[in-house]
């Protein structure tokens, strides 16, 4: 019932992650009923994307093309011997945007998945290796997602670093502020427990 044109686009739409048939739907139907030049800037946004962006080659988060190192790696006032290890580079902006942490990141490019075929060598763990060596790194901090992928990516990294040269921590996992206990899932609140910290009187 629909044209060809709008079904390709639904889709295509489809394919990214997140995007069920309906939302497919109205996003097509919303390009749709805009003027055409909208849909002309994004045809234009998506066509530069590849092109437009670029990675690191220290710490592998996003940077403008033809630029091979970020800013945060080549400020002098960021802790080069304190590197946060990430999935991706949006886990890194995010982190940043709290304004907290002053160290430097690393960006895997992934989690390790032998069932989607991601083996540690598929991502950027010999280089995390090599920063701590040539940056006389002191502490990694291991800042994947709380998954099965998460976690034994976390564990591979640990066990190929000299924990007597450089302390590995975790980020830690707990109750979210303003959730009442009682919606709290178990393994939050067992985290929770697990690593409950002394209250200094």
Known sequence: ???????????????????????AERYALALLSKEPGVSSKLADAL???HNGVAFCQKTFVFVEPGQDVSEH??????????VLVVADP??????????QFKGTYHVLGGLVSPLDGIQPENLTISQLLQRIKDDSVTEVI?????????????????QHID????????????IPVGVDIEYTDNQTLARA???????NI
């Open 1 to 23: 019932m629909l044209p060809k044109a709008l079904n390709t686009l639904i889709d295509e739409l489809k394919s990214l992650p997140g995007v069920g048939s309906r939302s």
């Open 47 to 49: 066509k530069n994307l």
């Open 73 to 82: 790696y080549l400020d002098n006032h960021r802790d080069k011997t304190q």
């Open 90 to 99: 949006l886990d890194a902006i995010a982190i940043e945007k709290t304004d």
């Open 142 to 158: 291991l800042a994947t997602n709380a998954s099965v992928e998460g976690e034994s990516t976390a564990l591979y990294i640990q």
């Open 163 to 174: 924990n007597n040269a450089v302390d590995v921590t975790r980020l830690a996992r707990g």
């Open 193 to 199: 427990l697990e690593h409950r910290q002394k209250l």
